[in-house]
Structure formats: structure tokens, C-alpha cells
């Protein structure tokens, strides 16, 4: 049986200030209505059924991943959640090994989940001759033919044509990392150079046994994960290694199988940009802007702000309510350095939006200033947040659409839309949303403390 | 006496996104704790007495008028309203009009009010030289002394000393329009040009005594207005024209004293950049900024977000909450035709900012969606709205800063920090500030229409 593997636990900080710490790129639609992640699972209709499909990610992200995955038929026991990220050789072993133990034949099609694919048709027949050649226990990677000289992927050196195989597989000479310019200027004439997608196919067990063979710590520990349950406690003694590094550049079994279809890493603006439609001028907008003698520019806008430009050549600009990015086209790769610099900073740009999602569903804070804060709250259908009680601040909420359901000090009453509660300092209450249709509230904080952190939760949903 | 004429009516548009119709550059803090407004008419200080100080502008910025020269002893009644603009030949003519009815040997010292100086000695000095020539019947023009060859003046060319003045007086051969870059270079080696700073000082007969003879129809205009009751009536029919091109180009009697200080007119960002201080890689911030390898970016910011850049250079970025603008420094002239765009598109990011300006203080929307509004109301002290009522929506009042009065239905009530009341449709109220301390409020609307139109005045303190 064929089962897909989902890698979806990075962050894409090269997507900042879209992307956010708690906010991932593979879960942004950047292109279309679909996320990333779930155009990734819904390429795979008629190779992979739902409830074959695998989707490994970092724990924090586990409601966020609830939500994109409903209505697609994808089990919740599916999701497999590390306590940190490992790179992608642990993370593979593990889904290997927890899906052999239900299916001892099982071939795996690891995909990453932020990865941007055109030409649909062509990507289902390579994976099918993947399978097709994994199944004779080879380790299948799928190699993109270069169309420029690109120093942001590493590429793999083929040999020669297996024989044994129907379709196009190759041996592969040597894998070869992110090379400078001229290097990839020399690959780019060369026919036997491919760009590395990240996309593997084998069979589990054959993989299992790779990985005794090259990374016996790692296939030990995974050895001693009997059930999810023991991933907590094992996880922080292994190792981070990336798959490539730690099998593929040592592993005589891998073959390669070239791509018929367009695809991208999407690994910066830039690559964003160059697969978006453009204004005779070369310009890019997904919102409101305003460009006089501007070439170039790629306008993305999560606000609703008139984004406005003039004389402006090659530019990036991405503009949030919270943190605006101006940059240079041919240094997008950088946007994750400049990330960094927040994290050193101590600032907050970097992990959350200034709405900020929440299993129950979102808030945003629309201004804070001395001794208030009013935040528009966002319930979605049938959701409630915690019976909670603060410390040092007053709320008064403003239902302005839907119907909220509030408990407090044990009192039960429905608030409709235009009608207002208060919740004094220090009482007991809980907003609930009893509707199948979204319920939104203004709430007006008054106090001397207002952060996040002035909350004792008595009760919660989703066992915070 | 001394009068001082300071003209207020412009907009400054090559100031957008900071500067709006209804908030134009002369009321703006671009530089220091003070409007340029407030600097003009600072800078007179022992030379004019706020009581002889007058201010022409358009009937639009009364109140804002009010607000900015709260405090230093300017009578209202020195506010000169002008029902449109029609540049500066009719508006130095009224104010010549007005003051000469007052003060027969009235000697007017003509100032923009959105011009930025330094070297605050020289300046009263050459003021006073001035003075003491137009005392002598002569049109005294400020000539500055060019420091690089700017497209972005006018100039003045100067023929000879005037041998009767003890300071040095010119006289002038001619004026001549905004020049191209090669004659602009050919006028900076010659030392008989000038920039025309558009500072006049005169005697206010003399001045009318050239406006009968070169601008016979505006002078019989100017005429008929006996108070300024006159003015609705008489304005409308008065054609635009520039001082300079009315008056100064033709008359006989112009002098030209050169400044000994530095002058600006701040025409745009990029001479507001100019004057700033810079970092190492001249980059220029007043606000929250991280630059990763930038050079010359400009960062003007009114809004609380993070501004970030990569690779930019010579870039301004002026950062709003409702419009951004990314600009090369070498075309920011032409933020001007982007705001002409604005208008022919019927948008309104050239009008108003985000935060509205009323006379009793401020009101910034936080958010709107289907069938809510949420405000920010910022009532000064003593200040109160008018009694009113709407058609279409109920108001949540939370104040979250200081002490509201309300009156509802007639009923009077002094509602706390942290307390709210409610104010359903239909239902006649008012709002006051009672105290010496602002008041702040969070307003909740809700309704199908949430339009500023909605609203019916039944006693209003600003006539409206």
C-alpha cells in the first residue's frame, strides 16, 4: 500500500513578515484558495487515499493542523507531533517506523508540505514510476531539470540508466550542495545535473534498513518508540540530521527519476514572485496598490492598507499590520537573517501576527494604550475558550455579530448581536459559541496589567 | 507698526501620505515639538507682537487653526479665512486690506507658514533690514543664496546695490521661473542669482498702491470687501495669481535683501531628508526601523509598526496606518501627481487620515466589518459633541480614559473609567468632556449603515 509522508514542520522565516513563527509558510495560502499543505495532500487524490496520509509536524502547530486538514478525510491520528524539529531524517525514520508496524510493506512518498508544483498530470506518472522502481527496494528521489543557474538548491549528479527499470531511472554519482554561481552555471550546461526537490520515494522497511546502516543512533532510539506515546520522552536525545546528509549522500539504492512538471521550493519572495502574474511593467500586486513608473515591484499585503510606489525598480514589498518589508529582489534569501536579528532583539514581529490564532479561533488587537486594550475577537462555530479569571483587568464585551453564549460566576445567559456583558476584575467566566455561524465580539480591556499571561484557566477544550 | 502676513492655505500634497487635504504640511510637526506654523510665527518674536500677527488660510482649517495657536496670544480674530485658495497675490491683498483699515503705515512681513529656517539671528536680521527698506516705499524681497543648482525654485537676478540703503539692498533685473538642470547649474556659478524664498516684507499701502496699477481688477475687488463679512461674497470672483507673477515680475519698486541663514522651502520628502539627522549609512528614521544593508532610505513613519528593509538604497518610505508610500529620493516632486491620481480614482487616502480631526478633538476607526465599526474617540477637556441623534445604529460607549458627561433621552450621567452605556437607535444624546484631562472612549456601532452622514445635529458648539 501507498502511504504519503508529509513534512510540514518549518517555519519559512524567509517568508517574514507573512510567515511567522506560530504562523508557518505551509500553512499561508500564498497561492490560491488552498494552503500549501493541503494543495500537497490534494495532489496525491488517487495514489494516496486520506486515510494513508501521514503528516508529521512540530506540536505547537497541532490545532492550526486540525483545522487545515478538515473536510479532506485525513485521520487526526495521522498527525505525528515532534516535540522539536530534527531535520528530516528523524522525522522520516519516525513515520516510517510507526506506519511499518501498521503495514509491513508499505512504500512511502515523503513530500515536503511547502513546496509549489504545476503540471499535475506529470508529477502523478513520476510518482507512479517511483513507486513503480521503489517497489525493487530502491530509494527513489525525484530530480528537477535546471532552468537557470540557482544557488539555493543542492543538486544530485546522475550516472546512467538502470537497466532493470520500464520508465526513466537513474543511478545517482553524488549528491552536491547549494553551489556558488559559476558551479551552477557549469551544472546548468551539464544534462546530468538535477536540483534536489526533497521528494523521496521507498519502501519503509527498505528505508529502515538504511538507516541501521548510516545512522545506527538514530535507528535505535526510533527502535525504542514502541507508541506515540514514547516520542516525548525519546525525542530530545536524537540527533538533528537532514535525510540527504545523513542516507541519501552514503546509500547505494538510490535512484533518481527526472520531473516532467514545474516546480519550486518557494523558498523566498523572489521565487514567489517569478511564478506570479505580472503587469506589462513586471510588477506583481495581491491587493491594493498603486505603482507610477515602478518596475518590478511585488506588491503582497495582508493589510488593507493602499500600498503606493514611485520609480521603484526590483523590489519586494510585504506589508503587515504589524511589520512592513521593503527588499531588494536579489536579496530575499537575506529576509532570513533579518529574522534572526529579531529573535536577538527579543521583539515579537517574528512568532505571532497581530492577529493571532487560537484553537478556539483568533484575536487581533486593535490598539492598546495606558490602561486599556480592545481586541476584536473571532469565535468560530461551536467553539468555546477556557472558564478563565484574571487577575488585574476588567473586560466588557460588544457582541457585534453572531451570538455568544457567556458564563459567569455560574450564571448562564445568551448575548446577541449590539448587546453588551461586563466581566468585573477577578470573576469566573467563560464566551462560548453556540452557533454554527462565526461569532465576533469587541472586547474592551480596562486595567494596570494587560498582558496575555493575566489568565488562571479552571477549564479548557483543548487541555491548555 | 510691523504686521505679520503668514499665508496657511496650502496643502503640501508632496507630503502624502503624512499630509492630507484636511492635514495639510504647515500643520505638521515634521521637525521638533512644533508645526512649521507655530516655527513661522515663533520665529518673529520681537519683531511682531502676536496681537499684529494674522494669518490667512483656507475656511476649512479654522478649527485646526484655533488649535495651533492656542497659547500664543494670537487673537482669533487674526485668522483670515479664505472660502478657496487663489494663490498669493489676492490673499496678501486681502491681509494688506484688512491691516491697512487698522494701521495706515502698516508694514507687512509676508511668510509662508510651511518653510523651515535656520540661524534664527540672521534671519531677524535680514528681516530687520528689510523693515528698515520697505520703510523707504521699496517691495523687499528675501533672496537665498544658492547651494546647489535646484530645479525646484524660482529665481531672482539681481542688478546693482541700491547705494541709498546702509544695509545691503539690490535691486533686482528680473525674476525667473523654476530653470532646467543646466541653467539651474549656469545660475549657482553666477553670484547675482537668488532663490525667491517668497518672503516679502512692505508697507501694505505702497503693496496696494502696485496691485491698483498691475492688478487693477483684483485691487477694485479687494476694494469692495469693507469687513470680512465681504469675503464669501467678493472671493469667488477673484481670479488665482501668484504674487510673483502679478505683482513682482512687473514693479519697479523691488529690492532684494540675500539671507544669511539657512532656508527651505521643504518641498518635499527629500528635502525634509536633507535636513535630518543620518546614521553612518545615511539612513534617516523617526520611528521603529531595522535596515540590513540599506543606504540613503529615508523612514517617516506615523503608525507603531516595525519598518524593515534589505538592500534598499535612496528610498523613501513614509508609512501610514491607512497608505504607504516607497519612493526613490530622486522622485519625490512627484508624490504630487500621485495624490492628483487619488483624486481622479475618488479614493480618499488624500483627504483624511485614518485618525480624523475634529474641532473637539479626534476619533480613529479601528476596524469595520458587516454590520460593526469600531472607534477611538479622544475628546479634549471642556470639549463636548453635538446633542445629535442617528438613524441607523446604536453606540456602545466603554471609556477607558477619564470621566465622560452623557446625556441620553435628557437624562445626564457621569460615566467612569471602565464603565459603559449604551445609546440605542434613534435615541438623542450627546457626549462631553468634563474634565481638564482628555477623555478617551472606545465606541462600538452597530448597524446595516455605519456612514459619518448618519447623524442628525440638534445643538452643535462649532456651528456645524
Chains 1, 2 share one sequence.
Not at 27 to 35: A, D, K, N, P, Y
Not at 278 to 291: A, C, F, H, R, V
Not at 397 to 425: C, D, H, L, Q
Amino acid at each position: 500500500m501507498n502511504y504519503a509522508v508529509i513534512l510540514a514542520g518549518g517555519v519559512g522565516s524567509r517568508f517574514w513578515p507573512f510567515s511567522r513563527e506560530l504562523e508557518p509558510k505551509q500553512f499561508m495560502r500564498l497561492i490560491g484558495e488552498e494552503s500549501l499543505l493541503q494543495s500537497t495532500f490534494k495532489r496525491l487524490k488517487g495514489i494516496v487515499t486520506p486515510k494513508n496520509t501521514f503528516i508529521i509536524t512540530n506540536d505547537i502547530y497541532f490545532y492550526e493542523l486540525l483545522n487545515q486538514i478538515k473536510g479532506y478525510g485525513i485521520p487526526e491520528g495521522n498527525i505525528i507531533l515532534e516535540p522539536e524539529g530534527k531535520n528530516t531524517a528523524p522525522a522520516i525514520g519516525l513515520c516510517a517506523k510507526l506506519i511499518s508496524k501498521l503495514d509491513k510493506n508499505a512504500t512511502l512518498i515523503v513530500l515536503p508540505a511547502d513546496h509549489y508544483i504545476k503540471g499535475l498530470f506529470n508529477f502523478k506518472r513520476a510518482i507512479k514510476n517511483a513507486i513503480e522502481a521503489a517497489r525493487n527496494d530502491l530509494l527513489v528521489t525525484i530530480g528537477i531539470k535546471p532552468n537557470k543557474p540557482s544557488t539555493a538548491y543542492g543538486y544530485i549528479k546522475i550516472k546512467s540508466k538502470v537497466k532493470s527499470q520500464k520508465s526513466k531511472v537513474y543511478s545517482v554519482e553524488k549528491f552536491l550542495e547549494k553551489p556558488g554561481l559559476d558551479k551552477a552555471k557549469k551544472y546548468l550546461k551539464d544534462k546530468s545535473f538535477f536540483w534536489n526537490s526533497g521528494m523521496f520515494i521507498w519502501k519503509a522497511d527498505i528505508f529502515l534498513g538504511e538507516v541501521k546502516k548510516y545512522l545506527p543512533d538514530l535507528f535505535k532510539r526510533l527502535d525504542s518508540i514502541k507508541s506515540v506515546n514514547d516520542i516525548k520522552k525519546i525525542w530530545p536525545k536524537i540527533k538533528s540530521i537532514s535525510v540527504d546528509y545523513g542516507i541519501m549522500e552514503h546509500s547505494k539504492k538510490i535512484a533518481l527519476i527526472p520531473a516532467n512538471f514545474y516546480w519550486t521550493d518557494l523558498g523566498s519572495w523572489d521565487a514567489l514572485a517569478e511564478i506570479l502574474p505580472k503587469d506589462k511593467k513586471g510588477n506583481i500586486t495581491n491587493s491594493d496598490t498603486l505603482n507610477v513608473d515602478s518596475q518590478g515591484v511585488c506588491v503582497f499585503s495582508r493589510g488593507n492598507r493602499l500600498v503606493s510606489t514611485i520609480g521603484v525598480n526590483n523590489m519586494v514589498i510585504a506589508d503587515t499590520p504589524d511589520a512592513l518589508l521593503v527588499c531588494d529582489r536579489n536579496r530575499t534569501q537575506d529576509v532570513k537573517q533579518l529574522v534572526e536579528r529579531l529573535k536577538t532583539l527579543k521583539r515579537k514581529e517574528h512568532q505571532v501576527h497581530l492577529t493571532e490564532r487560537r484553537p478556539w479561533g483568533s484575536f487581533t488587537v486593535l490598539q492598546e494604550g495606558p490602561g486599556f486594550k480592545i481586541k476584536l475577537i473571532e469565535l468560530a462555530p461551536k467553539k468555546r475558550l477556557s472558564l478563565q479569571r484574571h487577575k488585574n483587568r476588567a473586560e466588557h464585551w460588544v457582541v457585534v455579530s453572531g451570538m455568544a453564549k457567556t458564563t459567569r460566576a455560574g450564571k448562564v445567559s445568551f448575548v446577541r448581536s449590539n448587546e453588551s456583558v461586563y466581566i468585573p476584575k477577578g470573576r469566573k467566566h467563560r464566551l462560548e459559541n453556540p452557533l454554527r455561524i462565526p461569532l465576533k465580539i469587541v472586547e474592551v480591556q480596562t486595567g494596570a496589567y494587560l498582558e496575555e499571561d493575566d489568565i488562571e484557566r479552571f477549564e479548557d477544550d483543548f487541555k491548555r
